[in-house]
Nanobody, 123 residues
Framework: QVQLVESGGGLVQAGASLRLSCAASGRTFSSYAMGWFRQAPGKEREFVAGITKSGGRTYTADSVKGRFTISRDNAKNTVYLQMNSLKSEDTAVYYC????????????????WGQGTQVTVSS
């Protein structure tokens, strides 16, 4: 079973960029599709981006399309979320998650979750 640890969050100004990393332990990282989710205070956890096991296909939510990019490096057992042109609306705890079958947009579809990393965007 893969274990996930997010890092790279912080406090930034609107318009800035951040790159989140999700490091996976174990030998089965390439067997998982990966997703990024976020949860703002008082709101439900929402899908941000997903990537296939090989990294050949990606999908991003409409709210972040054109600004966020998901990628993975299976040799490093790491998935990334590059976040550009950050807005105050992007403030949330960001989670990475692993899916043994295929990436999805629902939290219930994922098998393993990281602990989350806080991203705060000030105006």
């Amino acid at each position: 079973q893969v274990q996930l640890v997010e890092s790279g969050g912080g406090l930034v100004q609107a318009g800035a960029s951040l790159r989140l990393s999700c490091a996976a332990s174990g030998r089965t990282f390439s067997s998982y599709a990966m997703g990024w989710f976020r949860q703002a205070p008082g709101k439900e956890r929402e899908f941000v981006a997903g990537i296939t096991k090989s990294g050949g296909r990606t999908y991003t939510a409409d709210s972040v399309k054109g600004r966020f990019t998901i990628s993975r490096d299976n040799a490093k057992n790491t998935v990334y979320l590059q976040m550009n042109s950050l807005k105050s609306e992007d403030t949330a705890v960001y989670y990475c998650a692993a899916d043994r079958t295929y990436w999805g947009t629902s939290v219930n579809e994922y098998d393993v979750w990281g602990q989350g990393t806080q991203v705060t965007v000030s105006s």
